[in-house]
């Protein structure tokens, strides 16, 4: 139940959306501006908390953003596209198998999967949420359109501050391009609370080895330990080298350490998330050498 | 030719007889309900742990659309008398509160109360409601026992002279005496943290005053409904009689909708001020504001070189949050008469102290203070099986009372009935195979694995009855059989979702013969069902279902009378009552179908000469003999009815470099004496453990520093999903309960307190091996790997 009256508009063009938003809504709500509505999994809770009082809600189930294609070098993952369509899509699993092993933990089971959406999250920049980390890990590109045009960016300039992102008053998160890291190996993990719980941190890591073994690129991105995404430099631990323990371990070490200001909530202190850093960056690393493995060993068979 | 036995459903799993209404979504909760002209409330609160109200500015919400009236605290005051007390501290050495419907004059926690709205859509009443202009002047808070027992603490009532609510003590105080024979004294401090009972269904109601009749007629979510009118008409100054109040089906309760909530009164009392029904659904933010178990309990504990014990003197401190009229404080005193319980102890001593701080009161919650005095006597056994050498679990056999020592005085005074503890000890430890699961725990903590094997003792007292307060161990039932053979059974106990009128529905169909189909259950209506005291104290087939019983055993007799007449049986020959028939014993040629039977009652018994009154109705009460309340020369008195027992074992394995928990097997063998219906108790204990277990590891209510509640909702108060539970494996025993007619015992607390405080010593066990203890719960990530950081340092 929203307490309040506002104006409630789902255009079906992208044009009309940004329009809607950029024009002010009729007399005889009581909110304040416009907001863009996307699955609604925080949009709508919040409005019926009376914490966000939009006077006008711009609905872009009917904008042709949802979705997610296969482009040749990658995947093109509309702003509407839900987990569940992650889930689905067999592009996901060749060319970023890291956002479908994301999708698969993602807490509120099908219901949830099938409402919200990953641009909905991305523009929300909750720093405990799965999103934001995995986005920059994979290397997504962000397209947003306003009045003026569009534009593209590094998604890490997404997350501006936690709950925060960079977009523009009167602009849309129409997707993201992500490029593929086929080849890579991934991985990914989540430390929650228990099954309601949300991320309390993740680590998302991407390695790819050459046919000898030897690391020759590696991404670690830590998320919900800092406001936002944290991209960790582990290259010195790890390039150039045949991947051991300890070299995972050092890498682990230099992701700990990067943590200098942890995200601190009432589920978890920010001492807990800057102690628990290294051994989930350690695995997530892991979890990637061993999948980079078998990609090598699978394309030798 | 011999008679086989009639089939007896008592101890079968018979599905309960709505279930098919629940699974399909037509089970009719309050929130369903709606009569011309609803009108729907919401609640202005208090955004303030402590502040007076200065003034109140209702202009801008009158104005909005839709709305009918806003009604502040002092105007409700004015037109109603206080609510009365489910037990008043007052009565007993300590504070009365004062407690009214809404905040008058000043608000002591967050989320308080202060004004209501009344409109016509729900929407509009939550918009006008923000509309509301309070002027608060604010008050210094006082958040937890300490602040709130200092010297120059701020004062929540300055009228009272301090915090405290009341403190009393429980058994002798001879701890020093004793303990200077004793080969071991140990001290420690456990603290408990603030947990809620997170029903699903929040607390709804649908008030409908009729001005013509001047007659309220109320749909609650309540446990109790016939006392609720009982409080209702003393608050509304209304005679009884003017009242009916309902309770549909319930989504759950645990102890949050017993009466006594100043919730109870609000849309009542609007929809008598409006002149139009109201209807008023509690917000999940507000449904998470009630509060139990925040204890810190200091010990000091003696025993010898054998593991047995010698005295325990416990010193507990609650932090109850604001004054109440409910029934909350209470769980300070049970835990303190249950402290010890079970287990050989003659020298027990629990001082408590209720302490009021600025935040949303106790609320009587299952299992109602027991589960305190659980995790302390089963961390001290843990830690007397350090000290000693000895095994865990042997450390309690050797202290569990023997099962030839009932019935048995604890030094609270309360009267054990029976049982075998050491009996469910040893099936526990066989279903888990513990000499396996020792052997796996050596084997991962070789690998540097930390895997932890954890013990849980729960005694439960059940079934209590409160002295001078509407809590009583009896309850009354009747049993109706018309012409057809139809039987309506009226209980005053109610169901919070549990199935408990599918069992009471059993019991009469076992003694009157006829199949489950024939009966009707009917629960929740006072103006249908007998004075009853609902749900409460795992009491409803203790006393609803052995009233049914007696009274179905009336309908019995007349049965006989009548089918012996009908079929010209003989004084030598018995009349049997069974799969619908009424038949002479041993003679199956010679029956008839209860209905004839039931009809022949009805229009044959003047032709029949009949020498009995012709009635198949009965009410009957059920009260328990061995309540005692005539205080004995130490002054103590037993105030419950059945001891209900269960032992847990707790197999986890935390990970040491995150903390987390997880579960890998939970084993508990539960004794409630005789079964009436297996699923329903399988579904009890399942449940009790799943909250016990939530409790362990991550329910908890957090505070800021101005003492708002940060968490709000199912997001911020982690309750266990299924994922995070492994399947409870259940061991039955069955020790009936003496003298009574079923002998069943309680089963409605059971599962919480065991479930706790195994996984609280699971998680010990495992992180023992690196030199970390937890002495405080929740044991959660944060708190393990916090203890975990500290002994390695």
């Known amino acids: 139940m929203i307490p309040h009256r506002f104006d409630y508009v789902a255009p079906d063009s992208l044009a009309g959306c940004i329009e809607a938003l950029n024009t002010a809504a009729p007399a005889g709500g009581d909110g304040e501006d416009a907001r863009v509505l996307a699955g609604g999994t925080w949009v709508l809770p919040e409005m019926s908390r009376a914490e966000s009082r939009p006077a006008r809600l711009v609905d872009l189930r009917r904008a042709g953003l949802g979705g997610v294609t296969g482009t040749g070098s990658g995947l093109s993952v509309g702003a509407m596209c839900t987990y569940a369509e992650l889930l689905a899509s067999p592009d996901v699993l060749r060319h970023a198998p890291l956002l479908h092993t994301m999708a698969e933990g993602i807490t509120g089971g099908w219901a949830l999967r099938s409402q919200a959406t990953v641009g909905g999250s991305a523009v929300s920049a909750r720093p405990q949420s799965d999103v934001p980390g995995a986005l920059v890990a994979c290397g997504a590109v962000a397209r947003a359109v306003g009045p003026e045009g569009e534009r593209r960016f590094p998604v890490a300039e997404l997350f501006a501050a936690a709950m925060h992102s960079s977009l523009l008053p009167g602009e849309v998160l129409t997707g993201f391009d992500v490029p593929s890291t086929a080849g890579a190996g991934s991985g990914y993990v989540k430390l929650k609370r228990g099954g309601s719980s949300w991320p309390i941190a993740t680590a998302a890591a991407l390695v790819r080895l050459g046919d000898e073994g030897v690391c020759r690129q590696v991404s670690l991105v830590l998320g919900a330990v800092t406001a936002t995404p944290l991209r960790v430099d582990v290259d010195a631990a790890l390039v150039g080298t045949t991947p051991g323990d300890d070299g995972v371990r050092e890498a682990a070490h230099l992701a700990g350490a990067a943590v200098d200001e942890p995200w601190d909530d009432l589920l978890a202190p920010g001492s807990y998330r800057a102690a628990v850093a290294a051994p989930i960056a350690r695995r997530a690393l892991t979890m990637a050498l061993v999948a980079a493995r078998t990609t090598i060993q699978e394309t030798r068979a | ?305 054998d593991g047995r014990l010698r005295a325990l003197d416990v010193h507990a401190v609650s932090d109850h949050g604001a004054g109440a009229a409910t029934h909350g404080w209470g769980m300070a005193h049970v835990g303190a008469l249950a402290t010890g319980l079970g287990y050989a102890l003659d020298h027990c001593h629990v001082r408590y102290t209720v302490v009021a701080t600025n935040k949303a009161p106790w609320v009587g919650t299952k299992p109602f203070g027991k589960e305190s005095a659980t995790l302390l006597l089963e961390r001290i056994m843990d830690r007397i099986a350090v000290t000693t ?72 007292p059940e079934s209590a009855d409160i002295p001078g307060a509407l809590v009583a161990a009896f309850d009354t039932s009747t049993v109706r059989m018309s012409p057809s053979g139809q039987v309506t059974v009226l209980t005053g106990v109610t169901s919070p979702g549990t199935g408990n009128d599918t069992a009471i529905a059993q019991l009469v169909a076992d003694e009157l013969g006829v199949a489950m189909s024939e009966i009707t259950v009917v629960q929740g209506d006072t103006d249908l069902c007998p004075y009853g005291f609902g749900n409460i104290s795992s009491r409803s087939i203790i006393t609803g279902g052995n009233a049914a019983v007696l009274a179905a055993r009336d309908l019995v007799a007349t049965l006989h009378t009548t089918a012996r007449a009908m079929l010209s049986a003989g004084p030598e020959e018995a009349i049997v009552l069974g799969d619908g028939m009424a038949q002479v014993a041993g003679d199956p040629e010679r029956a008839l179908p209860v209905p004839a039977v039931a009809g022949a009652v009805h229009t044959l018994s003047y032709l029949l000469g009949l020498d009995i009154e012709p009635r198949l109705e009965s009410t009957r009460t059920y009260r328990p003999a061995n309540v005692r309340q005539v205080p004995d020369e130490l002054g103590r008195m037993n105030t419950y009815t059945t001891y209900p027992y269960a032992v847990h074992a707790s197999l986890l394995e935390v990970d040491p470099e995150t903390g987390s928990v997880t579960l890998l097997r939970h084993v508990v063998t539960h004794d409630c004496g005789t079964v009436v219906n297996p699923m329903f108790v399988d579904g009890q204990v399942t449940g009790g453990v799943a909250m016990g277990i939530g409790a362990a590891l991550g329910e908890e209510l957090v505070f800021d520093a101005d003492g708002v509640p940060a968490s709000t909702g199912f997001k911020t108060y982690l309750l266990p999903r299924a994922i995070d539970l492994p399947r409870v494996e259940l061991g039955h025993l069955c020790t009936p309960a003496p003298g009574t007619p079923l002998g069943a015992k309680g089963v409605g607390e059971a599962g919480f307190s065991g479930a706790l405080a195994a996984v609280v010593n699971a998680v010990n066990d495992a992180i023992a091996p690196l030199g970390a203890a937890l002495e405080a719960t929740p044991v959660s990530p944060p708190r393990v790997l916090a203890a975990l950081l500290e002994a390695g340092q």
């Open chain 2, 1 to 305: 030719m011999t008679s086989t036995l009639p089939r007896r459903s008592v101890g079968q799993r018979v599905k309960r007889h709505d279930g098919d209404a629940h699974l399909t979504g037509q089970a009719v909760y309050t929130g369903d309900v709606t009569v011309p002209g609803t009108t729907h409330a919401a609640l202005v609160r208090s955004p303030h742990a402590h502040a007076t109200i200065e003034s109140i500015d209702t202009t801008a919400a009158l104005a909005h659309p839709g709305v009918l009236a806003v009604v502040t605290g002092a105007e409700i005051a004015a037109v109603t008398d206080e609510i009365p007390h489910g037990l008043d501290a007052g009565h007993l050495g300590g504070h009365h509160a004062v407690v009214r419907p809404l905040a008058v004059g000043k608000v002591v926690h967050v989320g308080e109360p202060v004004a209501a709205v009344v409109a016509l859509t729900p929407a509009d009443a939550a918009a006008a409601a923000l509309l509301v202009e309070v002027g608060y002047d604010l008050l210094p808070v006082v958040l937890d026992p300490d602040a709130a027992l200092a010297e120059d603490a701020p004062l929540l009532y300055p009228e009272w002279g301090d915090n405290v609510i009341i403190a009393r003590e429980v058994g002798p105080d001879d701890f020093d005496e004793v303990a200077t024979s004793a080969a071991h004294v140990l001290d420690g401090e456990l603290r408990g943290h603030r947990g809620n009972a997170a029903p699903m269904e929040t607390r709804t109601y649908l008030a409908d005053w009729d001005s013509r009749r001047r007659h309220l007629t109320v749909w609650a979510t309540t446990q109790n409904p016939h006392v609720m009118r009982t409080v209702l008409a003393s608050t509304l100054r209304l005679p009884e009689g003017s009242i009916r109040v309902i309770a549909l089906k319930i989504g759950g309760s645990f102890g949050l909708k017993m009466y006594g909530n100043r919730e109870d009164f609000i849309a009542p009392v609007l929809s008598r001020l409006v002149g139009r029904p109201v209807k008023w659904v509690e917000e999940r933010s507000a449904a998470l504001l009630p509060a139990a178990r925040d204890q810190r309990l200091a010990y000091r504990v003696a025993f010898d070189d």
């Open chain 2, 389 to 460: 050498g000895l095994d865990p679990a042997e450390v309690r056999r050797r202290n569990f009372l023997a099962p030839d020592a009932f019935p048995h005085t604890h030094t609270s005074g309360l009267e054990l009935d029976s049982g075998d503890y050491a009996a469910a000890l040893d099936l526990t430890l066989e279903l888990l195979d513990h000499p396996a699961a020792r052997a796996m725990q050596s084997a991962a903590r070789a690998e540097g694995r930390c895997v932890g094997i954890g013990l849980g003792f729960e005694l439960m």
